[in-house]
């Protein structure tokens, strides 16, 4: 594709606009402990939203990411408080604590993955039921309250969050190399032309000999693994689980994925696009609580404008469609 | 005699591609002007222009002399002049007669169902179509649907009607009733473009004939100026005398032997045997079983029987394992069931045999070098390499689809209505295709309902009949009637019922 077409550049100029706003608005907005703070915050949705790129463009959806982090947390912090005991506090800890993350996140994922494809039920049903058990199992585990990491626990987890590289916080670097090897995987890699294929057209896919329902199910085990991953550096920045964590990430997620430029409908994933989003939104939020333009009450306002606009921009179809 | 609706010197271009070059063309009230040509000679295109679907991009178009720049087929409609749609464009859960009053619904802020219905039943009525008003479109027949399309357009008092391939999916008989609508509508006054891909029809109907090549008008006739022949030679600009290729002899080596094989409920104990550099090819009605045959055989449905190559018994329970035994299959529903229509040649062509191309990271170079082979091999004509394959012409769309078939090099190949919807030039294209498949020592079994196309590629034809094995005709047996016996079953004692006969002669 050597022409850069307006729907893939448009995503990059707003955010841009969105650089320049806030560094003519606040001279704070570029220094570095800001950006390390807008960056590291996103990183949580940003993980998310690069699985959730996939499962999009495989032409599903999945509601339950917010509800599967706040339960993952949950588990992961009791896990880990029960393990105290036993390992003590130290690295052994908390790789156990992240292996069990990721164990939780992978096996909710195909849950999920296997609720479409084996009982071919819609995603938006399945993810829907999923997302009120899920949260519902972290308010009672919880018993309506807040699930708390172990104090000294806490303080030797905390730099996971806090602490990095070269001065990178760690929750940037993961994002980083997540969004890399997301892109790497949906353009370069059998799994990648497969969601997309099956997204377009699931019959010419399993026509054309493509396990359709082992690649469904994969890209929601993706997203799940994604979300555990997130859970693993969320928690060391509160140490907390409740009944509200991770309420309404999946719409950020989902959001992300469509200012990004990938169809709701599948058949196109654009991860690049996704980061790109994911930033939008944080930036809004960001700019508003920095400058006293607008009340920041507001930005779910602004951020609804943003993701409509997205979609009409993006809507200047291909001329001979159909023939 | 002015004309009714006209294009004066049109040019239509998509992106730095032009489809039209300068293009004049006339309805003429109480004709039929036919419009004949190759796919993507831009057929389409204009009949777009005409019905208010696409703006030109240079010319005009003009309505009873006076410029008529439409910005919306309704708007054209609502002068008069009005498209009659493949079947596919009606709103499928929607009921018959909801759909022929979509968008002028009878009544005012309550809908008048009984009004729509009575009006829809008198419609269908002079159709001869005993379609139920309140049938879901979903659960019609295709030929039904297109049915309801007419009865539509019928419906929309039409001052110029726009017909595009009425015909394709009608039967015999439907046809004919469509013909004397024709007649009535042109009696009456009516501007007609009639397009099909059956020139019998064209020389049976036309006033007038209007031929497209690439853009271009290269021939304008009156009745009676231009034999079927004529017409295939200006389509396709060259003599189409040899159509199809010689014959082969093909080798005595069995390469796949099938015995007993079934694909419940619908294919019931067929065996057959297929020879080195043979072309099989199987006939039979829609219906009869031929395409579940090929899927079963290629592991896309369960079945039972044994098969075996060159003697050694085989298992084939996935495409997968298909390619590994050697047998690749062409689907007969291009659209939806073989090529991503959205996505680009590129994409399309490697999706089946994607683990050549490189492990874990997919070699872009190495897919752009098996783009370049298959466009030069099978004679892809794309405008750009990076283009939706949905937006190749329907010939081009089938090239590349047996570009895709034969990438992993399969012996055997099951190709299913190898030339549906496809223009004449290309069809003998892809004839030569075949013909060069079976000389490189690869075994073709070609379905097809094309009973000149059976009759010209086969070296042996396999007639099904409900699911069965009817008979098999090898060399000079195989002739026209031979086959329409075979088909009907009118050798066996069983009558053939009226329906299925009908079909029968459609397809035939």
């Given at each position: 594709m050597s022409k850069i077409s307006f729907s893939a550049l448009g995503p990059i100029l707003a955010l841009l606009l969105l650089i320049v706003l806030g560094a003519y608005l606040n001279s704070n907005f570029l220094s570095g402990g800001n950006i390390t703070n807008v960056l590291a915050r996103s990183a949580f949705i940003g993980i998310i939203a690069v699985g959730m790129t996939f499962v999009i463009a495989s032409g599903g959806i999945d509601l339950s990411v917010g509800s599967m982090a706040a339960f993952i947390a949950g588990m992961m912090i009791l896990a880990m408080n029960q393990l105290i005991p036993s390992l003590g506090i130290g690295v052994p800890l908390v790789l156990v604590g992240m292996a069990v993350a990721l164990l939780i996140g992978l096996t909710a994922g195909l849950l999920n993955g296997l609720l479409v494809t084996k009982a071919g039920i819609e995603p938006f049903i399945v993810t829907l039921g999923t997302m009120g058990i899920f949260r519902s199992l972290v308010t009672w585990m919880s018993d309506g309250g807040t699930i708390s990491l172990d104090?000294?626990?806490?303080?030797?987890?905390?730099?996971?969050?806090?602490?990095?590289?070269?001065?990178?916080?760690?929750?940037?670097?993961?994002?980083?190399?997540?969004?890399?090897?997301?892109?790497?995987?949906?353009?370069?890699?059998?799994?990648?032309?497969?969601?997309?294929?099956?997204?377009?057209?699931?019959?010419?896919a399993r026509y054309s000999a493509v396990k359709v329902e082992r690649m469904v199910t994969l890209t929601y085990v993706f997203l799940g693994l994604l979300v555990g991953l997130a859970v693993i550096i969320y928690v060391p920045r509160l140490g907390s689980a409740s009944g509200s964590t991770g309420q309404l990430w999946e719409l950020e997620a989902i959001a992300a994925v469509i200012i990004g430029g990938t169809a709701m409908k599948g058949g196109y994933g654009r991860v690049w696009g996704t980061v790109v989003g994911?930033?939008?939104?944080?930036?809004?939020?960001?700019?508003?609580?920095?400058?006293?333009?607008?009340?920041?009450?507001?930005?779910?306002?602004?951020?609804?404008?943003?993701?409509?606009?997205?979609?009409v921009l993006q809507r200047r179809k291909s001329p001979a469609e159909g023939r | 005699m002015t004309a009714l609706l006209e294009l004066r010197d049109i040019r239509k271009s998509f992106g730095p591609i032009e489809i039209l070059h300068g293009v004049n063309f006339a309805l003429h009230?109480?004709?039929?002007?036919?419009?004949?040509?190759?796919?993507?000679?831009?057929?389409?295109?204009?009949?777009?222009?005409?019905?208010?679907?696409?703006?030109?991009?240079?010319?005009?178009?003009?309505?009873?002399?006076?410029?008529?720049?439409?910005?919306?087929?309704?708007?054209?409609?609502?002068?008069?002049?009005?498209?009659?749609?493949?079947?596919?464009?009606?709103?499928?859960?929607?009921?018959?007669?909801?759909?022929?009053?979509?968008?002028?619904?009878?009544?005012?802020?309550?809908?008048?169902?009984?009004?729509?219905?009575?009006?829809?039943?008198?419609?269908?009525e002079q159709l001869e179509c005993g379609v139920d008003p309140d049938a879901r479109i979903r659960d019609l027949k295709v030929s039904d649907r297109q049915m309801v399309e007419i009865a539509k357009a019928l419906s929309r008092q039409a001052r110029v009607l726009i017909m595009d391939e009425p015909s394709a999916v009608l039967t015999h008989r439907e046809v004919d009733i469509l013909f004397r609508q024709i007649d009535r509508l042109r009696s009456a006054g009516v501007?007609?473009?009639?397009?099909?891909?059956?020139l019998e029809e064209i020389s049976h109907l036309a006033d007038r004939i209007t031929v497209l090549r690439d853009g271009t008008v290269v021939r304008q006739a009156l009745r009676g100026e231009l034999s079927e022949d004529g017409m295939a030679t200006a389509m396709v600009g060259r003599d189409l005398?040899?159509?199809?290729?010689?014959?082969?002899?093909?080798?005595?080596?069995?390469?796949l032997e099938v015995q007993g094989f079934s694909v419940p409920p619908l294919v019931q104990d067929i065996s057959f045997t297929l020879r080195r550099g043979e072309v099989l090819g199987i006939s039979g009605l829609v219906?009869?079983?031929?395409?579940?045959?090929?899927?079963?055989?290629?592991?896309?449905?369960?079945?039972?029987?044994?098969?075996?190559?060159?003697?050694?018994?085989?298992?084939?329970?996935?495409?997968?394992?298909?390619?590994?035994?050697?047998?690749?299959?062409?689907t007969e529903d291009r659209k939806e069931r073989g090529l991503l229509l959205g996505k680009g040649l590129r994409e399309n062509l490697t999706l089946s045999t994607l683990p050549r191309f490189g492990t874990p990271l997919i070699s872009r170079a190495k897919e752009e070098a098996a783009l370049t082979q298959a466009i030069s091999d099978f004679d892809i004509r794309a405008p750009s390499r990076a283009m939706a394959a949905g937006n190749l012409s329907g010939g081009n769309q089938q090239k590349l689809l047996l570009a895709k078939t034969m990438l992993p090099a399969p012996d055997v190949v099951i190709i299913d209505e190898p030339t549906r919807g496809i223009d004449i030039g290309t069809k003998?294209?892809?004839?030569?295709?075949?013909?060069?498949?079976?000389?490189?020592?690869?075994?073709v079994i070609v379905i097809s309902s094309d009973m000149p196309e059976i009759l010209g590629l086969s070296d042996r034809v396999l007639v099904m009949r409900q699911g069965r094995l009817a008979g098999t005709l090898t060399g000079e047996a195989i002739t026209d009637t031979a086959v329409v016996r075979l088909i009907m079953g009118t050798s066996d004692t069983e009558a053939p019922n009226p329906e299925t006969t009908q079909e029968a002669a459609a397809h035939v």
């Open positions: 104090f000294e626990a806490r303080q030797f987890y905390r730099p996971v969050y806090f602490e990095g590289v070269f001065g990178i916080v760690w929750p940037i670097i993961v994002f980083a190399v997540v969004a890399v090897l997301g892109q790497i995987i949906m353009r370069n890699t059998r799994f990648g032309r497969y969601t997309e294929a099956i997204g377009s057209n699931d019959k010419v994911v930033l939008i939104l944080s930036l809004i939020d960001n700019i508003l609580n920095l400058a006293d333009l607008v009340s920041p009450y507001l930005n779910g306002a602004i951020q609804g404008v943003i993701i409509v606009l997205a979609v | 009230p109480g004709e039929v002007h036919a419009l004949i040509g190759e796919n993507g000679a831009g057929k389409s295109t204009m009949m777009k222009i005409l019905g208010g679907y696409l703006a030109p991009s240079e010319g005009q178009v003009l309505l009873e002399g006076q410029p008529a720049p439409f910005r919306s087929g309704p708007e054209a409609e609502a002068q008069g002049v009005v498209v009659i749609h493949q079947e596919f464009n009606l709103a499928q859960d929607l009921t018959v007669a909801d759909n022929i009053f979509l968008g002028r619904e009878k009544g005012g802020f309550f809908l008048n169902h009984r009004a729509q219905r009575l009006a829809a039943k008198a419609l269908l501007a007609l473009l009639y397009t099909s891909h059956r005398s040899d159509i199809y290729p010689p014959r082969r002899t093909p080798s005595d080596e069995v390469v219906g009869a079983g031929r395409s579940e045959l090929a899927e079963g055989l290629v592991g896309l449905r369960p079945h039972s029987g044994r098969i075996a190559r060159h003697g050694k018994e085989i298992q084939i329970r996935s495409l997968i394992e298909a390619e590994r035994a050697g047998l690749a299959y062409l003998s294209q892809i004839y030569h295709f075949i013909d060069r498949l079976a000389r490189e020592g690869r075994s």
